[in-house]
């Protein structure tokens, strides 16, 4: 049986969606901080693409598994050790910089507390919603990594004009710190309880998930792989493209990635909402993917200057679109009005693998062709066959959508 809320517990959304963003804070503090980092260092291009890849894998290890695990233990523990591991990892890579290989050793320590947070605060924030809130809560969800992205990049220059790149690793030891004592407080006062299938918990037993449907989340999983490549490995990068090739400092560079972040974190949240009155997934995915690809291809044409500000503009639209649909695909095909634990981890290792992948890749197309213009085709290339999957689940998936035209 499903439970059905008929009344949302905003405390337990704003939670939830708190934790995601500060898992992305943590993984989204390096870009920013990397050109200093290199410049200081001197890493390796494929290891420092390393340092943002090396999330994904705890993430490929523990996600198709983590959502039971979750349904079964409840959140608050697995979260407070999620929380521990962040500190600790933060504080390795604070104390021994200048060590690459134990730097990535202590990004992989962060990805561990990433990949517990990054499945438990959106499942708990989505669950915690009432059916007429669903949609809106997806776009909100699909916002934590434009959040934590842009908490990122407003703290890099004050924390360069303070000392340097350690700011922001500090500032992601409070934040952990924070979270940890509002874990503790939320699950003594009884306002947030998210503890295994109980039904005080708003965690639902979700239903059954049969062939169809999981070939259906595969399929979006595959999809978010490919997104998530391009996507991570492009804000990885874009820091250190501006500082190389359009001479800015690491400050100015931090902040003009801004620009296509905010502009998605606003479409995530206009995407929710369209999806609140009834526009097909299916199709609405496809859009914005064909708008990303066509962005990248057309990037030799674009170049710098305003046309490339309005790329930059546009890329932000539909990279937006994207992920708002991709995350609200377990609600859409497991059904019964919100996504079960175990199908978001099925969608999570497809965005692990890409994220994996794609930094590293880069990295080593830059070493091999000498220069960054590479990057446009081989995102392109990317995206298209994303197209190719979206247009594929969309027949699929036929009109699905969540329907809750009121």
């Known amino acids: 049986m499903t439970l059905q809320r008929t009344g949302s517990n905003w405390t337990a959304i704003a939670y939830g969606l708190g934790l995601a963003c500060l898992a992305a804070y943590h993984q989204f503090k390096l870009p920013p901080a990397l050109p200093a980092m290199l410049a200081e260092y001197g890493y390796d291009r494929t290891l420092a693409g390393g340092f943002m890849a090396v999330y994904a894998v705890a993430g490929l290890t523990l996600s198709w598994s983590l959502g039971r ?14 929380l521990a591991l962040t500190v600790a990892g933060s504080a390795l890579t604070l104390m021994w910089p200048e060590q690459g290989w134990l730097v990535l050793g202590a990004r992989a320590i962060e990805g561990v507390g990433f990949a517990v947070l990054a499945i438990a605060g ?16 997806v776009g909100l969800t699909a916002s934590w990594i434009p959040v934590g992205q842009i908490t990122a990049i407003a703290l890099a220059p004050p924390a360069f004009a303070a000392g340097g790149w350690q700011g922001l690793w500090w500032a ?38 049969d062939a169809a449907r999981f070939r259906r989340l595969m399929l979006a999983g595959a999809i978010f792989m490919l997104w ?45 909402m369209v999806l609140r009155a009834g526009v097909p997934v299916g199709p609405l995915l496809c859009l914005g993917l064909v708008v990303q690809a066509v962005v990248w291809w057309l990037v030799p044409v674009t170049g710098g200057g305003l046309s490339g500000l309005v790329s930059l503009l546009v890329y932000g639209i539909a990279a937006g679109i994207c992920p708002t649909c991709l995350f609200a695909m377990p609600s859409v095909i497991v059904g ?35 220069g960054w213009e590479v990057a446009g085709p081989m995102f392109g290339a990317l995206t298209t066959v994303a197209l190719g999957l979206g247009v594929w689940l969309a027949v699929h998936l036929g009109g699905a959508g969540y329907g809750t035209r009121r």
């Open 122 to 137: 959106p499942v708990l924030a989505n669950a915690s919603a009432a059916p007429r809130h669903l949609p809106l809560v």
């Open 172 to 209: 992601g030891i409070a934040a952990s710190l924070g979270f940890a004592v509002a874990t503790l407080r939320l699950r003594t006062g009884g306002h947030v309880d998210p503890a295994g299938t109980d039904e005080g918990a708003g965690l639902a037993v979700h239903p059954a998930i």
């Open 228 to 272: 998530a490549g391009q996507y991570f490995a492009y804000m990885t990068w874009l820091p250190q493209y501006l500082v190389e090739t359009q001479g800015l400092s690491p400050s100015w560079a931090a902040l003009g990635t801004v620009i296509p972040v905010v502009v998605l974190l606003i479409t995530n949240f206009a995407t929710g």
């Open 336 to 370: 019964a009005g919100r996504p079960a634990a175990a199908a978001f981890g099925v969608l999570m290792t497809g965005r692990n693998i890409g994220v994996l992948a794609g930094p590293v890749a880069v990295a080593e197309a830059f070493k091999l062709f000498g």
């Open 69 to 82: 695990f979750l349904s079964r233990a409840g959140i608050p523990g697995p979260v407070l050790g999620a």
